[in-house]
C-alpha cells in the first residue's frame, strides 16, 4: 500500500446493504495487515455519488511491533 512500505496483507470483500449511501450490489474492500495487529490499512467503497477511500496514517499503542512505515 503506497506509503506503508511492503506489507502482507489479508483483502476482504464486504458486500453493503441498498439503502440511502449504497446502491445494491455495492462491495467494500478492506486491506488488513498480516502481522499480530490486524490493522486496517486501507478501506475503499463505492458511495452512492461517487466513493471513498481511507488510509491509515498512524497507530499508537499496537500490541505488537510493526514494521509499517506509519507517521
Do not use: C, H
Request: no cysteine; hydrophobic share 40%.
Amino acid at each position: 500500500i503506497r506509503g506503508l512500505g511492503k506489507q502482507k496483507t489479508w483483502k476482504a470483500r464486504l458486500n453493503l446493504i441498498d439503502g440511502y449511501v449504497f446502491k445494491e450490489g455495492d462491495s467494500m474492500n478492506i486491506w488488513i495487515s498480516r502481522d499480530g495487529n490486524k490493522l486496517p490499512l486501507l478501506i475503499e467503497s463505492p458511495i452512492s455519488f461517487g466513493s471513498v477511500k481511507a488510509v491509515l496514517i498512524s497507530a499508537k499503542g499496537l500490541s505488537y511491533p510493526s514494521q509499517l512505515k506509519l507517521e
